[in-house]
């Protein structure tokens, strides 16, 4: 799963934030509540550090991500939060 740090600029009230995702989707205003907001910015923050037999495990770069193991065997992230 890729991990993308979107940047937005709101369009209404020009504050700017970012925020975590795993795409780089559209959000809402955290100071004005805009609607469908657009990045104007995004970082991947994905690495693929190595290859496990057929698996690629994927070490994201960011602190609010921690990695976790699936039921089928397959390594997966989650958000912190
Ligand atoms: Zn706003």
Redesign the pocket.
């Known amino acids: 799963m890729a991990w993308f740090l979107n940047h937005y600029l709101?369009y209404?009230?020009d504050?700017p934030w970012t925020d975590e995702w795993s795409c780089m989707c559209d959000d809402d205003?955290p100071?004005?509540?805009?609607r469908h907001t657009s990045p104007y910015k995004s970082k991947d923050l994905t690495t693929v550090i190595e290859k496990d037999g057929d698996t690629f495990v994927v070490y994201p770069d960011s602190p609010r991500i921690r990695r976790t193991s699936l039921p089928n065997g397959a390594i997966g992230i989650l958000p912190n939060g």
């Open positions: 709101c209404r009230c504050t205003c100071h004005c509540g805009a």
